[in-house]
C-alpha cells in the first residue's frame, strides 16, 4: 500500500515509527549556552514525509542530528526522548546507535560534493555501508555497488562505480548519498535540505527520486528544508521551527490553507506565486533571536505583528504551550491558549 | 599517475644541475687556499703550482665547471685533496652509516609519531591528548646532541647488566662481523664493481639481512636503536603534533559526518576516512624534516661513535676538500630530489585528485 502524498490520517492503533518529546540540545559554549534545539516534538509514521521547516539556524539540522546522536562537541542533548520503534534512542548504547546508524535510520546532506569522502571511490564508499551493517564481508562486492547506484537513476553505473566524488557532478554525488542511505533500505530517511546546493532540474529529479523511494519502501522521511515551495510539494505533515523551538505542527494542506501562527503565516505568505522557487525566506521584518540569550516571553514576539494588533501583552513576558488548536494542528501562542 | 610521476622526474633535472653549479660557485668562493690546508703551512709556491695543475685548479673556473659536470657523468667524483683518495671510495665508506642511521630514526619517528597524533586526536582535550602534546613539544625543542648524551649514559650506563642495556657506541659489537653479501653469494666482484656492493655490504641490518645472519642484524640493530632514538625524537614530535591537528581538522569535514551517519565505527571514522585525508600535510612535513633529520644524524654520529658522513663533511668544509664537499652535497641533494619524487607518488596515491593535475 502506498499512501498518497496529501491524504495523510494518523494512525492511532499502531506505534509510530519515531516519536521526538521536548527534545533539548544545547550547545555549552565559552560565550553561554547556545540552545540549538530547545523542546521540539514531533511524530513521523511509516511511509510518511514530515517537513521540517524553519530559517537558517532554527535547529532543523540539530534536531535532525540529535535523532541520530551525532551532535558535536561542546553541543550535547540535554533532555528528552527520541523513540523509534519504541525505544528511547537516547538510552542506546554507543555501540548500539552505530548499529542503528546507516541501517535502520539514514541520513543525506545538504551538500553532496564535500559529504563523501574525496579519496574513496564512491563504490568503496557504497560498499562500506553494505559491509558494514549487512554483514556479508567477502560476498559484498562491486556488483552489489552497481546495483545501489542504478537503483538511484545513475547512467551507466559501471563506469560510474570507479568515480572518484571530484569526478561527479552536484547531482550526481546526491544521488550516490541517497543510494548509500538506501543501501539497507532504512525505515526512517532524514534528508536534510537535499537539494538546496542543486540548480532546479536536477533538484526536481532528486525530490522525485526521494518520493518514489519512500513509496517503494514504506519508509518514513524527515524533509528538512527552508523552501516553503517544496514543503508545500512534498510533505505530508509539517512542523514549523523557530528559534530552536517547534511552534507549528498540520498536516500540509491544512498548513497552508488555515496557517495560525503568525510565524507561519509570514512564511507562507512569502512564497512566489507563480512557480519558481525562493532560495531564502526573509520576508519578515527583524531578525532571529539570540539563541543564547532567549527572550522570556515567545520567542517570536520583537518579530511579531499579530501581538501588536491584538493587544497582547504577556506574550513578552510568558512562553506560550503547544497547543491543539484543531484536530491535528498544534500551534505555540497565545493567540489560541487561554481564550476558552 | 607514471606520466604524472615522469613529469616531476624531468623537472628534477634542472635542479639537479643548479646545485651542482651552486656547490661548485660556493666552495670557490670561500675563503682559503686547498693546496696549503691538504699540504700544510710550509708547502712552496712550487709545490703548490704542481698541486694545482694535477687537481686542476690552474684552469679557469667555468673550464673547472666543465669538466667537474663531465665527470659527474661518467661517475667520477673526483679525488680528495685531503687523503688523495677517489670520493666514491670514501663515500662507500661512510654514507651507509648516515643511511641507516637517517632510516631507522625516520622509521622510529613515523611508526611513532602517527599513532601518537592519531591517539591525540582521537582523545581530543582529554588528558592523552594533553599529555601527549605536552611530551611532543618537550620532543621538538630537544637537543639533540644532549638527548644523544643521555641516552648513550642511561642506556648504556646506568642500566648496564640490566636486559635493558643498549650498546652506547658503535656499529658492531667487537669481535662481531657479518659476511659481506656478495662474498657469501659467491660473487665476484673487484674493482671498480665493487662501488655498488660494497655500498650496500656497509649497511649492516641490511647486509645481515641479505646473509640471513640473525645475530649480525640483531647487534647491528641494537647499535642503531639509540642513535635513531636521538636522530627521530625531534621528527617524531614535528610527525605527532602535525598529525594531530592535521587529523583534528580533517574530523570536522562533512565526509566524516557522512562516515558516522553510515554506522562506521569511531576508530574506523578516524582511521579510514579521517587519517588517509589528514596524511598528505603530515607526508610534506615528513620530506621537509630529513633535513633536519640528516643535521641531527651528522651531529650525533659523533656521540655514538658511528664514521658516517658527519665527521668527514665537518673536515672537508674546514679544510678546503673541494671535491669532497662537493661530492657529498651533490649526494645529499640527489637524496632529496629523491625523497621528493617519493612525496610526490605518496601524494598522488593518496589524494586522487592530485593524480589529475
Ligand atoms: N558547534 C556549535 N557551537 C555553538 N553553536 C552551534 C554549533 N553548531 C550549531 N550551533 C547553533 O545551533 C543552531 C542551530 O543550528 P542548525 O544547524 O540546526 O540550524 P539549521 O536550522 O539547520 O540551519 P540551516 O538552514 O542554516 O542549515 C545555530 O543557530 C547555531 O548557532
Ligand atoms: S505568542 Fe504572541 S508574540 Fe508569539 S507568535 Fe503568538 S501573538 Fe506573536
Ligand atoms: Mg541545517
Known amino acids: 500500500m502506498t499512501k498518497h502524498q496529501h491524504d ?30 530547545d523542546g521540539v516534538s514531533l511524530t513521523v509514521e511509516r511511509g510518511q514525509i514530515h517537513g521540517l521547516v524553519g530559517e537558517s539556524g532554527c535547529g532543523k539540522s540539530m534536531t535532525a542530528m540529535s535523532i541520530l546522536r551525532l551532535v558535536d562537541k561542546p553541543g550535547r542533548i540535554v533532555s528528552g526522548e527520541v523513540l523509534f520503534k519504541g525505544e528511547d534512542l537516547l538510552k542506546k548504547t554507543r555501540h548500539e546507535m552505530t548499529a542503528i546508524r546507516g541501517k535502520q535510520i539514514s541520513v543525506i546532506f545538504q551538500e553532496p560534493k564535500s559529504s563523501l569522502n574525496p579519496v574513496l571511490r564512491v563504490g568503496t564508499q557504497l560498499i562500506e555501508v553494505l559491509r558494514i551493517h549487512e554483514g556479508k564481508q567477502r560476498t559484498i562486492k562491486r556488483k552489489d555497488a552497481v546495483e545501489q547506484l542504478r537503483s538511484v537513476g545513475i547512467p551507466d553505473p559501471d563506469r560510474r562505480v570507479e568515480n572518484y566524488p571530484h569526478e561527479m557532478s552536484g547531482g550526481m554525488a546526491q544521488r550516490v548519498m541517497i543510494a548509500m542511505g538506501m543501501a539497507c533500505a532504512p525505515d526512517l530517511l532524514i534528508a536534510d535540505e537535499p ?62 490553507e488555515t496557517p495560525l501562527h503568525p510565524y507561519t503565516q509570514g512564511l507562507i505568505a512569502s512564497i512566489p506565486v507563480m512557480g519558481q522557487v525562493k532560495e531564502r525566506l526573509e520576508v519578515i521584518p527583524g531578525n532571529v533571536p539570540n539563541l543564547i540569550d532567549m527572550p522570556p516571553g515567545c520567542r517570536f514576539a520583537p518579530r511579531c505583528k499579530a501581538r501588536i494588533e491584538h493587544g497582547l501583552t504577556r506574550c513578552e513576558v510568558e512562553e506560550p504551550h503547544m497547543i491543539e488548536a484543531k484536530p491535528n494542528h498544534f500551534v505555540r501562542c497565545w493567540l489560541y491558549e487561554g481564550e476558552s | 599517475m607514471a606520466s604524472y610521476l615522469a613529469r616531476r622526474l624531468t623537472l628534477a633535472i634542472p635542479v639537479l644541475l643548479g646545485i651542482l653549479f651552486v656547490t661548485f660557485s660556493l666552495t670557490r668562493l670561500l675563503p682559503g687556499d686547498p693546496c696549503r690546508s691538504a699540504l700544510g703551512e710550509k708547502a712552496t709556491d712550487e709545490i703548490c703550482d704542481a698541486f694545482n695543475d694535477r687537481y686542476g685548479l690552474n684552469d679557469p673556473i667555468y673550464e673547472q665547471f666543465r669538466i667537474y659536470i663531465s665527470d659527474v657523468l661518467h661517475g667520477n667524483l673526483g679525488e680528495s685533496l685531503k687523503f688523495g683518495r677517489p670520493v666514491t671510495e670514501l663515500m662507500v665508506e661512510r654514507l651507509p652509516v648516515t643511511l641507516e642511521l637517517s632510516f631507522f630514526a625516520m622509521l622510529f619517528a613515523v611508526t611513532v ?6 591517539i591525540s586526536a582521537y582523545y581530543h582535550n582529554s588528558s592523552i591528548d594533553v599529555g601527549t602534546m605536552i611530551w611532543a ?5 630537544m637537543p639533540v646532541f644532549w638527548l644523544g648524551l643521555m641516552l648513550s ?10 636486559p635493558f642495556w643498549l650498546p652506547p657506541t658503535g656499529r658492531l659489537t667487537a669481535g662481531q662481523s657479518i659476511e659481506p653479501f656478495y662474498v657469501a653469494w659467491g660473487l665476484n666482484v673487484d674493482g671498480d664493481a665493487l662501488t655498488l656492493p660494497g655500498f650496500i655490504a656497509n649497511i649492516n641490518t641490511l647486509n645481515a639481512l641479505l646473509v640471513r645472519d640473525w645475530d649480525g642484524f640483531v647487534d647491528a640493530f641494537k647499535h642503531m636503536v639509540l642513535p635513531a632514538i636521538a ?25 566524516i559526518r557522512t562516515a558516522r551517519a553510515k554506522g562506521v565505527r569511531e576508530m574506523g ?3 579510514k576516512h579521517g587519517l588517509r585525508n589528514a ?13 633536519s633529520l640528516l643535521s641531527g644524524a651528522v651531529l650525533t654520529e659523533t656521540v655514538f661513535g658511528l664514521s658516517g658522513v658527519g665527521r668527514i663533511l665537518y673536515d672537508s668544509i674546514t679544510g678546503r676538500d673541494y671535491t669532497v664537499v662537493q661530492a657529498f652535497t651533490l649526494i645529499i641533494a640527489v637524496f632529496f630530489v629523491f625523497i621528493n619524487l617519493i612525496v610526490d607518488a605518496l601524494y598522488a596515491y593518496l589524494d586522487p585528485r592530485i593524480r589529475l593535475e
Open chain 2, 231 to 255: 636522530v627521530g625524537t625531534i621528527p617524531l614530535s614535528i610527525i605527532a603534533r602535525m598529525t594531530r591537528s592535521s587529523l583534528l581538522e580533517v574530523l570536522g569535514l562533512n565526509y
Open chain 2, 113 to 118: 609519531g602517527i599513532p601518537l597524533g592519531v
Open chain 2, 137 to 141: 613539544n618537550i620532543g621538538v625543542s
Open chain 2, 279 to 291: 596524511l598528505l600535510p603530515v607526508v610534506t612535513i615528513i620530506g621537509l624534516s630529513l633535513g
Open chain 1, 195 to 256: 537539494t538546496t546546493a542543486l540548480d532546479v532540474t536536477i533538484q526536481a529529479q532528486v525530490l522525485d527520486l526521494i518520493r518514489k523511494l519512500r513509496d517503494e519502501h514504506e519508509m518514513g522521511v524527515i524533509l528538512i528544508t527552508h523552501d516553503m515551495g517544496i514543503v508545500a510539494e512534498m510533505a505530508d505533515i509539517v512542523t514549523v521551527m523557530y528559534a530552536g523551538t517547534a511552534v507549528e505542527e498540520a498536516p500540509t494542506v491544512e498548513l497552508f
Open chain 2, 269 to 271: 571514522v578516524v582511521v
Open chain 1, 8 to 37: 495523510f490520517q494518523p494512525s492511532t492503533n499502531s506505534q509510530p515509527l519515531l516519536e521526538i518529546h521536548d527534545l533539548r540540545t544545547y550547545f555549552f559554549t565559552r560565550d553561554g549556552t547556545v540552545k540549538a534545539v
Open chain 2, 153 to 162: 649514559y642511561v642506556f648504556g650506563v646506568v642500566l648496564k647488566d640490566t
